[in-house]
C-alpha cells in the first residue's frame, strides 16, 4: 500500500488491471474518462491514460503534508471528513496530503450520513479519536489506527468496502465498536487489515458484531473480544493473530483457522464464548478456559467436561477445536518413542 497518494488514480488502476475479476463502475469517478472515451475506444488509449494518471500521483508522493483535524466533527453535513475541518486556517482536504485526527485535539470526526461516503486520502487516527461512521458504505482510505482510536458503527449495516485498508503497528492498539444502544448494530469489514498491534472488537451488548470478510488480511497482532460478537467469515479474514475472548464476548470463526502449523493462540475468560460451528475445525498452539490450559488434541463439544463447556457453543456436535502440542513437548514424546525402539531392538538380539 503506498500512503499519500491520491487512491483514486491507484484503484482505478488495480481495477482496470482486474476489471473481469472485480466489477465496478470506477469509470464514472474518473475525470475525462468519458471525453477521452468519446474521441476513442481504443483499450491500449485507456490503458495509456490509466497509466499517466498514476505516475503523476506517485510524482507528487513526496510532496505531501501531514494535516491535522482542528474542528471537532459534531455534525453529518457541515463538519464531516470531507468538509473544511482540517488545519489552520481550517479548510477541506486536497489531493497529495495526508490527514491526522488527534483526539486530544478533536474528540470525533465523522463521515457523514451518505450512502457512499470517499475520503481518498491516508487518515491516522491517534490519542483515541472516534471516527464515527454514519455512511452505508466507506470507500477509498488508507487508515492507521494508534493509542486505541476506535471505528465506531453509527448506525446498523456500516460497511468499509475493499477499497479500504486498516493498518495497526506492533506496539498499536485500535477498536472496531458496534454501538447498539437502542438497537443491535453490524458493522462489516471488507478492508484488508494488517499489522501486529492489538484489535479491540467491542460494543454495548453481545449480539453487536463487527463482521470481517476479507480472505487477503495479513493481520497478525491479537484480537480481543469484549460484550460483542466477532465474526470472521471468508477463509483467512482474522489473519494469523491470536485471541483474547472476555466476559461477554463471543468469537465465531466461520471458516477452518489455521492448520498444524500454527502460532496461535485462544484465550477464553470465564463468561466468553468460542462458536464450534458446524463441520468446521480451528487450530490453536494454546488453549487457555478461564485460566486453566486445555491439553493437546482434539475436541468435540461432547469430548469437553462441564467446566469446559462452558466456555464453548455448540451448533450441532461436528465442530471442533485442536490444541497443537508444543514443539518441545512434541520432541519429547518423539525422543521417547525412538528410545522406546532402541530398547526394543536390543531385546531382541
Not at 21 to 32: A, C, H, I, Q, V
Not at 97 to 114: A, E, F, H, Q, V
Not at 252 to 279: A, E, K, M, P, R
Request: hydrophobic share 35%; aromatic share 12%; charged share 10%.
Amino acid at each position: 500500500m503506498i500512503y499519500y497518494v491520491n487512491q483514486y488514480y491507484c484503484y482505478v488502476f488495480v481495477h482496470f488491471s482486474l476489471e473481469s475479476y472485480r466489477p465496478r463502475s470506477w469509470k464514472t469517478y474518473l475525470p475525462g474518462y468519458k471525453l477521452m472515451k468519446a474521441t476513442s475506444s481504443s483499450r491500449n488509449l485507456r490503458f495509456i491514460f490509466l497509466s499517466v494518471m498514476v505516475t503523476v500521483s506517485l510524482l507528487t508522493a513526496t510532496q505531501a503534508d501531514e494535516i491535522t483535524q482542528s474542528v471537532n466533527s459534531t455534525n453529518d453535513s457541515s463538519s464531516n471528513w470531507n468538509t473544511a475541518i482540517w488545519g489552520d486556517p481550517a479548510a477541506v482536504p486536497s489531493f497529495g496530503n495526508s490527514y491526522i485526527s488527534d483526539g486530544s485535539i478533536t474528540p470525533y470526526l465523522r463521515t457523514g450520513n451518505y450512502n457512499n461516503a470517499n475520503f481518498d486520502y491516508t487518515l491516522t487516527l491517534i490519542n483515541g479519536v472516534t471516527l464515527i461512521n454514519k455512511s452505508s458504505n466507506v470507500n477509498f482510505v488508507d487508515i492507521i489506527l494508534e493509542d486505541n482510536s476506535v471505528l465506531h458503527a453509527g448506525d446498523n449495516g456500516n460497511t468499509f468496502q475493499e477499497t479500504t485498508t486498516i493498518y495497526v503497528a506492533g506496539g498499536q492498539s485500535g477498536t472496531l465498536y458496534s454501538d447498539g444502544n437502542p438497537n443491535v448494530r453490524t458493522q462489516t469489514f471488507e478492508s484488508i487489515i494488517s499489522g501486529s498491534g492489538t484489535l479491540n472488537a467491542s460494543g454495548f451488548q453481545t449480539s453487536d458484531s463487527n463482521i470481517i470478510d476479507q480472505s487477503l488480511n495479513t493481520f497478525s497482532g491479537l484480537w480481543t473480544v469484549s460484550t460483542s460478537t466477532l465474526v470472521g467469515v471468508s477463509d483467512g479474514s482474522l489473519g494469523t493473530g491470536s485471541f483474547e475472548v472476555n466476559s461477554g464476548g463471543v468469537l465465531d470463526i466461520q471458516y477452518g483457522f489455521s492448520d498444524s502449523g500454527t502460532t496461535s493462540g485462544l484465550s477464553v475468560s470465564t463468561g466468553g464464548l468460542f462458536n464450534l460451528n458446524s463441520g468446521i475445525t480451528s487450530y490453536f498452539n494454546a488453549v487457555s478456559l478461564g485460566g486453566s490450559a486445555l491439553g493437546a488434541g482434539t475436541y468435540s463439544y461432547g469430548d469437553l467436561d462441564g467446566g469446559q463447556q462452558a466456555f464453548f457453543s455448540d451448533a450441532d456436535g461436528t465442530g471442533s477445536i485442536v490444541v497443537i502440542p508444543e514443539s518441545s513437548t512434541l520432541g519429547l514424546f518423539l525422543a521417547g518413542l525412538f528410545a522406546a525402539f532402541c530398547l526394543m531392538r536390543r531385546k531382541g538380539e
